[in-house]
């Protein structure tokens, strides 16, 4: 038997596709999540995709704020590592209810914390985010830019990160690894694993992909006077596969003995307009999308794209898909799961 991961937010979107490459690499992987975003039909998927290692996933329904449950947990298995995925990401939503993102991120967190240093597990990958980065000066961002965050979303992982770094400081024994993602899109290849936010997308992906299955009429371009190649706003969009390849060797890097705690960016170099990303989506998928052009998003910034070179140098990895095959893959999630995992909404 591999090593035993806690996988916290193991339903959600990157956590689903990254604890399938878990079990298929042969480690036991243990699932916590409170389903506030998700859907345990994920989890039954996952299950079934990872056919024979099916039976080294088990799934609990918790919070990370209800710690009796951490306790118990933590009291009944022995963990080598945990990746914590867990947390509310809607940016939007983070501005009109801060202590809700407040208490669910940060609280969350240290409580997480706490239980696995009184546990001796001390090894975490946590999910940081390229919204650290703010509007960057320059692109590519390196990992040792100044960090800075706009909204309270962005506040929750700036400050889980400089918390990760003074527990490293306090004592030693903790091994940490902070990834920075950009723009995790599409699905696994399969089609029956993919991403599902509840409620209106905020994303760009899913807003396109609802609209190509005709849930929504349009999609909103938040922006086109940026001075870009088509005036649309430029990110770094990086297939979830990936991703979850990059938590792999991240938990491979855990094992060095020199490693303290560490960030790496975990994204593909490459910058992609919107009107571009919609392109590639149109090919993709053989649908029009219609758009309405709007005025710039509060809040975003212009061009943002990684630079990959410590993660290549220091983890072995680097992403291997490119816009083409991230579209393939949404619209197989999309067109076999127009609904996501669940039903049809009601007529209104
Ligand atoms: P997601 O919403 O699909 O997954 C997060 C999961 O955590 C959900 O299943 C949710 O139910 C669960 N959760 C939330 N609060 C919880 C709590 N208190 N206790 C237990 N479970 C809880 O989001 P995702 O896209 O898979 O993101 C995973 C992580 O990566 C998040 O921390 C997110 O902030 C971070 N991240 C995401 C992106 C992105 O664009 N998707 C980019 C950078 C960083
Ligand atoms: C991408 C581009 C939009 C929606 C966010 C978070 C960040 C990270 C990733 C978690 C931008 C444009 C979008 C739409 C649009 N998440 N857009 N119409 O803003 O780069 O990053 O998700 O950590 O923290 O801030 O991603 O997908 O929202 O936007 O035109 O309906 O698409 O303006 O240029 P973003 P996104």
């Given amino acids: 038997m591999g090593e035993k991961i806690l996988v916290s937010g193991g339903a959600g979107y990157i956590g ?4 399938l490459q878990l079990l298929l690499g042969g480690y036991e992987t243990v699932v916590i999540d409170n389903l506030d975003n998700s859907s345990v039909v994920a989890i039954d998927r996952v299950r079934f995709l990872a056919a024979q290692y099916a039976p080294n996933l088990s ?22 590592a945990v990746i914590h995925f867990a947390g509310l990401k809607a940016v939007g939503e983070s501005v009109h209810k801060p202590l809700l993102y407040y208490d ?8 997480l914390l706490e239980v696995m240093a009184a546990h001796g597990c001390k090894k975490l990958v946590f999910s940081s985010s390229a919204t650290v980065y703010g509007w ?4 590519p961002c390196t990992e040792d830019f100044p960090i800075n965050a706009l909204n309270p979303y ?15 400081q306090s004592d030693s024994e903790w091994k940490v690894i902070l990834l920075r993602y950009f723009n995790p899109v599409g699905a696994h290849p399969s089609g029956d694993i993919g991403e599902d936010p509840h409620g209106t997308p905020n994303n760009l992906m899913p807003f396109v992909q609802q609209v190509a299955v005709g849930r929504r009429p349009a999609l909103t371009v938040f922006g086109t006077d940026y001075n870009t190649v088509d005036g649309t706003g430029v990110r770094d969009y990086i297939h979830v596969v990936d991703l979850a390849e990059g938590h792999s060797a991240a938990l491979r890097k855990l094992a060095d003995p020199s490693i303290g705690c560490e960030v790496y960016n975990l994204g593909t170099g490459k910058g992609t307009s919107v009107l571009e990303m919609v392109a590639a989506f149109e090919k993709a998928s053989g ?16 061009i943002v794209y990684a630079s990959t070179d410590k993660a ?4 072995n990895w680097k992403a291997k898909y490119g816009i083409e095959e991230m579209c393939r893959d949404q619209w197989k999630w999309a067109s076999k799961n127009p609904y ?5 909404e009601p007529a209104t």
């Fill in 104 to 111: 669910n991120n940060i609280i969350g967190t240290i409580y």
């Fill in 287 to 302: 649908k029009k999308i219609p758009l309405v052009k709007a005025g710039r998003r509060a809040g975003d910034a212009e």
């Fill in 136 to 139: 960057p000066k320059e692109v």
């Fill in 16 to 19: 689903s596709h990254t604890v």
């Fill in 59 to 80: 799934f609990h329904q918790v919070d990370l704020r209800d710690k009796p449950a951490l306790e118990k947990l933590f009291a009944s298995e022995k963990f080598d």
């Fill in 154 to 168: 962005g506040r929750t992982k700036l400050f889980i990160e400089e918390i990760c770094r003074d527990v490293y």
């Fill in 340 to 344: 996501g995992y669940g039903s049809p």
């Fill in 312 to 315: 290549e140098r220091e983890l």
